[in-house]
């Protein structure tokens, strides 16, 4: 006589399928390293660090204005000042009925609701500001090639998949900001002189000498024409 505990194979069916369905991606920086701004000052906690794709849309210095609307947020994370590092991890779920990746609930404020499919190119976007205007700092980082950041295909067969590993250090291409390679697009002072990753300007902003000089510059202009 053979003895079936249905309760028991429905619950490990289940586990089995939740397991199969989830994926993470790990994403920081290198401890201690340095990401400056153009002008070469420390990145801080003020600004924003955020993990998604551009889905199907590629991202260029000529298409600047539909970033943003075509951005699908998976992850975000605070930097840490004092050790000069940020860090977070995104889980998705394995939408089966769409067969796309979803957002864990976990990872606000990421909408479960948005889809992601397999292979889209993952980004790590570092910003102070979305206007695009000058004084605010960008930084689009991904790693395309060998080990691209990209999202895997479905494994299935009830195994989990492996944790993707995304680490700044790794990023070897940007389509706005500053490389230890050489700087993308994007206005700079000068490019740094250690290994380092740089948000880069939407317009020169003049330092606080030089706003002076301008000042003075002007007011000798008006006074030289009341003369």
């Given at each position: 006589m053979r ?6 194979v429905?619950l490990?069916a ?20 340095n ?8 990145i801080?906690?003020?600004y ?6 551009f ?6 210095q000529t298409?600047m204005?539909s ?13 840490n000042?004092?050790?000069k590092?940020?860090?977070?991890e995104?889980?998705?779920n ?6 796309v990746?979803?957002p864990?609930a ?6 479960t ?7 889209e190119?993952v980004?790590?976007?570092i910003?102070?500001n979305?206007?695009?205007v000058a004084?605010t700092?960008?930084g689009?980082?991904?790693r395309?090639?060998a080990?691209a950041w990209?999202?895997?295909n ?5 195994q989990?998949d ?17 490389l230890p390679?050489?700087q993308?697009?994007?206005?700079y002072a000068?490019?740094?002189?250690t290994?380092?990753?740089q948000?880069h300007?939407?317009?020169p902003?003049p ?6 000089l ?9 006074m030289?024409r009341?003369?």
């Open positions: 003895f079936v505990c249905p309760p028991l429905t490990l289940c586990l089995c399928a939740e397991i199969a369905e989830a994926h993470s991606i790990a994403w920081s920086d290198a401890l201690g390293e990401d400056l701004t153009s002008y070469g000052a420390q801080n906690s003020s924003h660090f955020e993990l998604g794709t889905g199907s849309f590629n991202p260029d298409n204005a970033w943003r609307t075509n951005w699908k947020l998976l992850d975000t994370a605070v930097y000042n004092a050790i590092y940020f860090s977070g995104a889980t998705q394995w939408n089966t009925t769409d067969n990746w979803n864990d976990s990872d606000a404020p990421a909408s609701t948005t889809q992601f499919a397999e292979g190119q980004y790590i976007w910003y102070n979305l206007d695009q004084g700092e960008w689009v980082f991904t395309t090639g080990e990209k999202l895997p479905f494994a299935g067969g009830g989990p492996l944790t993707q590993t995304m680490v700044m250090s790794q990023a070897n291409t940007t389509p706005y900001g500053g390679s050489g993308g697009p994007g206005f000068t490019p740094p002189s290994f380092a990753y948000t300007n939407f317009a902003v330092e606080p000498g030089g706003l002076a301008a000042g003075l510059a002007l007011a000798g202009g008006l030289r009341r003369r």
